[in-house]
């Protein structure tokens, strides 16, 4: 089967940079990584090392990133980032192939664009768009993970795996109580998209005839009473608290995503 592309956003997605206090950069020393790209640091969150890992031990799957920030700043973060993750020999082997694109690589958005996006899947837009046929051909096989919808290509939506816009300010909330939904699913965002993701993949791989589009697509946006082919997108909490469910029993490290939760 061909193989199945992930490309990830990096601002609020994987990491941040906004600023926190001492008692909070401590906390990302020791549950998630601080990286330095563009003479700023890069706030990692918990999970998303092992994420990576996870992801780059599966021969069958490749990752990509596309954000619109300044491309020496994302090629630095990026590099960083992997070589923390995984190593830096393993890094040098993946360097040559790895796609990673920036602002520069972004496509301004048309009035075409928004309409339909408006239009069929109640999605607001923005001034520019990440193409991801930039990146890989077959869309079948690709999952987007953004947390800005206002950055879809129309036609590209089946591919978003919506991600919660995350913080390094948030963490100064810790520590928090499962009630407290929207600050908990916030902080541990890396292990609901993990929960969907990984079991996307598994999916996938089991059943070759199965698209990101089949999964995918069904779970994020309900359908429009009486209205052929429009659809509204599902809250994001909604979504997302899906993510930890298959999970429990199916992850191999040491039940990794419940018995990590922050």
């Known amino acids: 089967m061909p193989k199945i592309r992930v490309v990830f956003d990096i601002d609020n997605v994987l990491a941040a940079c906004d600023s926190i206090n001492d008692q909070t950069n401590l906390y990302f020393l020791r549950k998630g990584a601080i990286i330095i790209a563009s ?5 990692v969150f918990p999970g998303i090392t092992q994420l990576i890992r996870k992801l780059y031990s599966d021969e069958n799957v490749e990752l990509s990133f596309f954000s619109s920030g300044p491309k020496e700043r994302n090629i630095e973060f990026v590099r960083n980032l ?5 190593g830096e020999d393993k890094y040098k082997q993946l360097e040559p192939t790895l796609i990673i694109l920036s602002k520069e690589d972004c496509s301004v958005n048309t009035k ?4 339909n996006l408006s239009r069929t899947c109640g999605m ?3 001034n520019n768009i990440k193409d991801l046929s930039k990146i890989a051909p077959n869309l079948q096989h690709t999952i987007f993970i953004e947390d800005d919808p206002s950055y879809v290509k129309f036609g590209q939506q089946f591919n978003l795996l919506r991600s919660e816009n995350v913080r390094a300010k948030d963490f100064e909330k810790l520590p928090l109580k499962y009630d407290e939904e929207d600050e908990f699913k916030t902080c541990n965002n890396a292990f609901y998209l993990a929960g969907r993701l990984l079991t996307l993949i598994e999916t996938m791989t089991a059943d070759p005839s199965k698209t990101v589009q ?4 069904p779970i994020q946006f309900t359908p429009k009473p009486r209205e052929l082919m429009k659809y509204t997108m599902n809250r994001l909490a909604t979504t997302l608290k899906k ?4 999970r429990r029993s199916k992850w191999n490290n040491g039940d990794f995503i419940w018995n990590n939760l922050i």
């Not at 992997?82 to 995984?86: D, S």
């Not at 075409?112 to 309409?115: G, L, Q, V």
């Open 243 to 246: 993510g930890l469910t298959p």
């Open 214 to 217: 089949d999964l995918l697509f």
């Open 39 to 43: 003479n700023a640091s890069h706030y």
């Open 124 to 126: 607001y837009h923005g």
């Open 82 to 86: 992997l070589t923390h993750c995984l």
């Open 112 to 115: 075409e664009n928004s309409i």
